[in-house]
């Protein structure tokens, strides 16, 4: 199920990465990688789908060049959910809630 998750993330990733840098930016895969702290290949291969990002690329994406973070979030969110039983998000919710405000 994690591999999933990771091939979730990773085509939703290169997408948004393209559009940022294309659409947004309208600079080039040198330019981006800058952006982000990285080699222009590794970006390449990022854009490209064929390696998946880390949580420090995912992060840089986000805080510095993401168009919209909170769209992308969702985006992710409704992808991930769409691995899970009906009903799951509901009952992680609750449970989870359930734990903090429980009176001891």
Not at 2 to 14: A, S
């Amino acid at each position: 199920m994690r591999n999933d998750y990771e091939e979730i993330l990773k085509q939703l990733f290169c997408k948004r990465l393209f559009d940022a840098r294309t659409i947004a930016w309208n600079i080039t895969q040198e330019e981006m990688a800058h952006k982000l702290s990285m080699a222009p290949r590794s970006y390449a291969d990022l854009e490209h789908g064929i390696n998946g990002c880390s949580a420090v690329t995912l992060t840089l994406f986000l805080v510095l060049v993401c168009p919209d973070p909170k769209e992308f979030l969702e985006e992710l969110r409704d992808a991930f959910e769409s691995l899970l039983p009906t009903g799951a998000v509901d009952l992680i919710i609750s449970q989870t809630l359930y734990l903090l405000f429980r009176s001891n």
